[in-house]
């Protein structure tokens, strides 16, 4: 007699979708995703574009590469995202003088003036989300301690 058999298997020993944490992350990104779709078609951008913008508010004028070390993107991913967002005059790329394999993505004044109007997207996920500014701090820093935790396992 096989004892791998199915009957002998603990109902409770199966792994059920509601337990588990990856299901339950990337249900609460399909509703995070929403919620920025909805902010941010006010902008005109969609959530890849909007992560770009952020790391060109923190830091102007970056090479495609390391945009991409920052949002954990490769160069393939990017460069279509970066195309849409020239397309829509909201940056640059260009190659630099001083090494023709890079290409530094700089702000426009159009993206530059963008950036006034997305404090209302991080109004609009708080308000989503119904938290406070503490709990969405803690939350923040407990991802990222996990986010962490897993690359270090990769």
């Not at 929403?34 to 902010?39: A, D, E, G, I, T």
Request: charged residues 25%.
């Amino acid at each position: 007699m096989d004892s791998h058999n199915t009957r002998d298997i603990d109902a409770d020993a199966v792994p059920k979708l509601g337990n588990q944490l990856c299901f339950a992350l990337y249900s609460t990104m399909l509703a995070m995703n929403k919620v920025y779709r909805r902010l941010l078609k006010e902008l005109d951008l969609t959530y890849p574009q909007y992560l770009v913008m952020l790391v060109l508010w923190e830091q102007d004028s970056q090479t495609v590469s390391d945009i991409g070390t920052k949002l954990f993107l490769e160069s393939p991913t990017l460069t279509p995202l970066l195309k849409r967002l020239e397309a829509q005059g909201f940056v640059r790329r260009q190659r630099s003088t001083s090494d023709e394999r890079q290409v530094i993505v700089s702000l426009t004044e159009a993206g530059k003036s963008l950036q006034m109007r997305a404090p209302a997207v991080q109004c609009g996920v708080a308000e989503a989300l119904q938290c406070s500014l503490e709990e969405i701090g803690d939350l923040r820093a407990s991802l990222l301690q996990t986010r962490s935790r897993l690359f270090s396992h990769a």
